[in-house]
T-cell receptor, first 112, second 114 residues
C-alpha cells in the first residue's frame, strides 16, 4: 500500500472547520483513501473513504485532488469531542479484505 | 451485538505467563483483524481471518503469538510465555465482507506484562 504523509499536529478553534491534509503521491489507481480517528483510550473509528470523487457523510467531507496525490478531511464544525489522532490510510481493494497500515497520524487539538 | 466487544479490558500478566484475549465481532461480519498498538504509536497489523480461515498472519511478531477463529465468529489471540515487550493494547476489528468497507474496531485489551 502507498505511504501517506500527514502533519504531526494541528489546532482548531471550536466551531470552526478543521481541514486535515494528507499526501499520498505514490497512490495507485486501485487504492482507496480512508480516514480513521482515535480518541484517547478507544479503538480507531472509521470516518470516511473515497476513490476519486469527493465524499460527504454525517461526520465529515473528503476532498481528493484530481491527480489523487493528496486529500483533505474536513470536519465542518469542530467540537471538543473531535480532539483525536486522525489517520489517513490508502488501501487496495482487490476483492480480498486487506489490512490497514497506520502511520503516526495527525493529532488534532480542538480548543475553546 | 452493536459493536465489536473485547475482553478483558485490562490484563496484567507476570512475565512467562500465558494469556488469552477474546474478540466478539459484529454478528455476521466475515472479516476479522487483530492489531497491536504500542504506547504513542499507530496500530500495527497482526493477523487477518476471513470466516474461520486465517489468510494472513504475517504480522505476528513471534511463534509465541497464536490466533484462532474456529467457528468464524469469536476469535481468540493467545500469547504464550509473555515478555515485557508484549505490553501493548491489542485491538480487534471486523468488517462485513471483502469490499471497500470501513472496519469497526473494539476498544481493545490493554496488556501489561510485569
Amino acid at each position: 500500500d502507498a505511504k501517506t504523509t500527514q502533519p504531526t499536529s494541528m489546532d482548531c478553534a471550536e466551531g470552526r472547520a478543521a481541514n486535515l491534509p494528507c499526501n499520498h503521491s505514490t497512490i495507485s489507481g486501485n487504492e482507496y483513501v480512508y480516514w480513521y480517528r482515535q480518541i484517547h483510550s478507544q479503538g480507531p473509528q472509521y470516518i470516511i473513504h473515497g476513490l476519486k470523487n469527493n465524499e460527504t457523510n454525517e461526520m465529515a467531507s473528503l476532498i481528493i485532488t484530481e491527480d489523487r496525490k493528496s486529500s483533505t478531511l474536513i470536519l465542518p464544525h469542530a467540537t471538543l469531542r473531535d480532539t483525536a489522532v486522525y489517520y489517513c490510510i490508502v488501501r487496495v481493494n482487490t476483492g480480498t479484505a486487506s489490512k490497514l497500515t497506520f502511520g503516526t497520524g495527525t493529532r488534532l487539538q480542538v480548543t475553546l | 451485538g452493536a459493536g465489536v466487544s473485547q475482553s478483558p479490558r485490562y490484563k496484567v500478566a507476570k512475565r512467562g505467563q500465558d494469556v488469552a484475549l477474546r474478540c466478539d465481532p459484529i454478528s455476521g461480519h466475515v472479516s476479522l483483524f487483530w492489531y497491536q498498538q504500542a504506547l504513542g504509536q499507530g496500530p500495527e497489523f497482526l493477523t487477518y481471518f476471513q470466516n474461520e480461515a486465517q489468510l494472513d498472519k504475517s504480522g505476528l511478531p513471534s511463534d509465541r503469538f497464536f490466533a484462532e477463529r474456529p467457528e468464524g465468529s469469536v476469535s481468540t489471540l493467545k500469547i504464550q510465555r509473555t515478555q515485557q515487550e508484549d505490553s501493548a493494547v491489542y485491538l480487534c476489528a471486523s468488517s462485513p465482507g471483502t469490499g471497500p468497507y470501513g472496519y469497526t474496531f473494539g476498544s481493545g485489551t490493554r496488556l501489561t506484562v510485569v
